[in-house]
């Protein structure tokens, strides 16, 4: 085997994901839009020749998840918080076969796939890390050819100097580290902004999110919504 990618998400329940866009959508439209992101996320990772692996925060639902394309298989995330819960997914992965393995998430649909390319090109390495920044001080990406558990254990996450923290493991390691350039995340009624803007330009590979802030007529909703300058 040689590489697989890791999505990690959420299953996209209404009042569950994307809760900081609701001053501007309903719960149930940040369901929809996340809904989106993680179609899109799956269709750009589904064309980089590697195994890709949902991993779903539980309890999945029993009818599965919707839409989910015939090549990428579903698994439940494991562990009691997010850092044991990528630890058992990394894990399972390399100790399944695998040469190397990619952690990402779904908050970033309009991510540049080279961005992926470049992470797989630098895992080809033996013992090698890879990680991508985001602009809020967490990371996008997480990669590495060998098991390094040290990045996980006592690891706290949801604040900015998660990716320093991160980093400062990273560097305690034997490992040959790559750092990427840094992205951002949709999280909040401004990152809708700029995610529009690189919409608009027309480079990203995101039909799915396209066509529904089309629908929602996003735009105009941001532009006449207060928390768009809050």
Avoid at 72 to 79: A, I, M, R, T
Avoid at 103 to 128: C, E, I, N, Q, Y
Wanted: glycine share 6%; with cysteine.
């Amino acid at each position: 085997m040689d590489a697989a990618l890791l999505v990690f998400a959420k299953v996209p329940r209404p009042g569950q994901v994307k809760t900081r866009l609701t001053p501007v959508l309903s719960p149930s439209e940040a369901a929809r839009l996340y809904t989106a992101f993680l179609q899109d996320t799956l269709r750009q990772v589904a064309r980089l020749e590697v195994d890709v692996r949902l991993y779903v925060a539980p309890p999945l639902p029993d009818e599965g998840i919707a839409g989910l394309p015939a090549e990428v298989s579903l698994h439940e995330q494991e562990g009691d918080g997010l850092g044991p819960r990528m630890k058992q997914a990394f894990a399972d992965t390399l100790e399944g076969g695998y040469d190397r393995a990619i952690v990402m998430g779904s908050d970033h649909p309009t991510l540049p796939r080279s961005f992926l390319r470049r992470a797989d090109r630098a895992l080809r390495a033996p013992r090698s890390l890879c990680l991508g920044p985001t602009e809020d001080g967490g990371f996008y990406l997480l990669g590495m050819s060998a098991f390094y558990p040290q990045l996980f254990d006592d690891m706290s996450y949801s604040h900015s100097q998660v990716f320093a923290d991160t980093l400062t493991r990273a560097g305690r390691t034997d490992a040959n580290l790559t750092v990427l350039p840094q992205w951002y995340d949709v999280d909040t009624p401004q990152d809708l902004d700029r995610m529009l803007v690189d919409l608009e330009a027309g480079d990203p590979d995101a039909p799915n999110t396209r066509r529904f802030t089309d629908h929602l007529d996003l735009k105009a909703l941001l532009a006449n919504h207060p928390a768009k300058s809050s």
